[in-house]
C-alpha cells in the first residue's frame, strides 16, 4: 500500500523500487479525504472531491485494472485507490504528482503545485463539457452536490468560490 503523506523523503527511483516489489498484486494508492461534511464549507469539500476524481483520473489512465473507493462527506479518512498496471515509471510519476498537489512533498518548481490545482479545474470543465468520462462519477458527484451548495455559487477559473461551477 502506498500511502500519500508517508512519500515525503522519497526520491523516484525509490518509489519506482517500492511499486515493483508489489508488482504482482494489485497496487493500492491512499489519499486522505480531510474534510468533513458540517465543519468545512460546502466548497472545500466539492474542491477536494474534485481533486480526488482528478487523482482517480490519472491513476485510471495508468492502469490496465481500476477501482476506487467511495468515501462518504460526512467522514474524513483514507480513500483507497486500486491499480494494476506495467507501466510502473509512469504510475510513480502520477503518484508523485499526486503528492505534490495534496502538499505532501515539495516540488523544487514552486508553481508546480498550482499547475496541478489548475489541471483539476481543467480537468472539471472537460467532465462537465462532456469531453471526459469520469473514472470516479460519485466523487464527481459529490463534487457537484457541494459546489451547488456553496452560497458563493461555484467556482471561478482558478478553482475559488464565486463565478460558474464546473459541473
Known amino acids: 500500500m502506498i500511502a500519500l503523506p508517508d512519500l515525503e523523503g522519497i526520491s523516484r527511483e525509490e518509489l519506482v ?5 508489489e508488482k504482482p498484486q494489485l497496487l493500492e494508492i491512499c489519499i486522505y479525504k480531510r474534510t468533513v461534511q458540517f465543519s468545512t464549507a460546502p466548497i472545500e469539500i466539492s474542491y477536494e472531491y474534485g481533486e480526488l476524481a ?10 490496465h485494472e481500476f477501482s476506487y473507493e467511495e468515501i462518504t462527506p460526512d467522514v474524513s479518512g483514507y480513500v ?5 498496471t506495467d507501466n510502473i515509471d509512469q504510475l510513480a510519476d502520477t503518484i508523485l504528482d499526486l503528492a505534490y498537489l495534496y502538499g505532501y512533498i515539495s516540488h523544487p518548481d514552486d508553481n508546480y503545485a498550482e499547475e496541478l490545482q489548475q489541471s483539476v479545474t481543467d480537468y472539471l470543465y472537460q467532465v ?12 464527481i458527484q459529490m463534487c457537484n452536490q457541494f459546489c451547488e451548495e456553496d452560497e458563493g455559487d ?14
Not at 80 to 84: A, E, K, L, N, S
Request: aromatic share 10%; net charge negative; proline share 7%.
Open 17 to 21: 523500487d517500492i511499486l515493483l516489489n
Open 54 to 63: 482528478y487523482s482517480g483520473q490519472r491513476l485510471n489512465d495508468t492502469a
Open 80 to 84: 483507497m485507490f486500486t491499480v494494476r
Open 128 to 139: 462537465k463539457g462532456g469531453a471526459l468520462i469520469p473514472a470516479c462519477p460519485y466523487f
Open 154 to 167: 461555484g467556482w471561478d477559473d482558478e478553482g475559488e468560490g464565486q463565478g460558474d461551477a464546473p459541473l
